[in-house]
């Protein structure tokens, strides 16, 4: 069975530290770009991350916001991909996801309509 599966997640003070897992199953994982994707309340989703697959140099990107503070990385020996996130900030409280799509090897855009996804993680940064 195909699915990307979120774990990590919980409640972090301000300035604190998170390392989101994204663990695939029924695919391997280095042959797709994956992205790391979040949705606050009442918000639009909006991507965060994203790291393109083995064969395009595992590539990494990020959104302004997060530039500095978010590090994605992949272990292929476990097949997972990884989010650390150092300085949390309340406006980083959302959930997130991590996605990706058969056809992508490249980050085409951090706003990528992804067509397969995991079931989410919440993240909430608060005091």
């Known amino acids: 069975q195909v699915q990307l599966v979120e774990s990590g997640g919980g409640l972090v003070q301000p300035g604190g530290s998170l390392r989101l897992s994204c663990a695939a199953s029924?695919?391997?994982?280095?042959?797709?770009?994956i992205g790391w994707v979040r949705q606050a309340p009442g918000k639009e989703r909006e991507g965060v991350s994203c790291?393109?697959?083995?064969?395009?140099?595992?590539?990494?990107y990020y959104r302004d916001s997060v530039k500095g503070r978010f590090t994605i990385s992949r272990d292929n020996a476990k097949n997972t991909v990884y989010l650390q996130m150092n300085n949390l900030k309340p406006e980083d409280t959302a959930v997130y996801y991590c996605a990706t799509d058969w056809v992508l090897t490249s980050c085409m855009s951090l706003d990528y309509h992804y067509d397969v996804w995991g079931q989410g993680t919440q993240v909430t940064v608060s005091s």
């Open positions: 029924g695919f391997t994982l280095e042959s797709y770009a």
């Open positions: 790291i393109s697959s083995s064969s395009k140099d595992g590539r990494t």
